[in-house]
């Protein structure tokens, strides 16, 4: 995703929280369904290019310090710390 590349994923689990609408929900059970969203995207096409930007997008507001400061700032709820506006985790 970060890459821009449109993404076909199953329709399981976090994932469609995480993908939002930047790829393609599928079961994971139906392989005519695989089958029909890699057909949707094969080749150079306005979808292909949709949601390869969509992609892209949704990656970025993801990253790696955002996530460690979230569960810095979890565990210093559970303990009863009060929160700081800018950790050095």
Same mark, same amino acid.
Request: no cysteine; hydrophobic share 45%; net charge positive.
């Given at each position: 995703?970060?890459?821009?590349? $449109?993404? +076909? @994923? #199953?329709?399981? @689990? #976090?994932? $469609?929280? +995480?993908?939002?609408?930047?790829?393609?929900? +599928?079961? $994971?059970?139906?392989? /005519?369904?695989?089958?029909? !969203?890699?057909?949707?995207?094969?080749? $150079?096409? !306005?979808?292909?290019? /949709?949601?390869?930007?969509? &992609?892209? !997008?949704? &990656?970025? %507001?993801?990253?790696?310090? &955002? &996530?460690?400061? %979230?569960?810095? /700032? +979890?565990?210093?709820?559970?303990?009863?710390?009060?929160?700081?506006? /800018? @950790?050095?985790?």
């Amino acid at each position: 995703m970060s890459q821009g590349a $449109p993404v +076909i @994923s #199953s329709n399981v @689990s #976090s994932i $469609p929280e +995480i993908l939002d609408d930047a790829g393609l929900l +599928i079961d $994971p059970h139906d392989g /005519e369904a695989l089958l029909r !969203a890699m057909r949707h995207l094969a080749g $150079p096409s !306005a979808l292909r290019r /949709e949601l390869g930007a969509r &992609a892209k !997008a949704r &990656a970025a %507001r993801f990253s790696w310090q &955002a &996530a460690a400061r %979230r569960v810095a /700032e +979890i565990y210093r709820e559970a303990l009863g710390r009060p929160r700081y506006a /800018e @950790s050095p985790v």
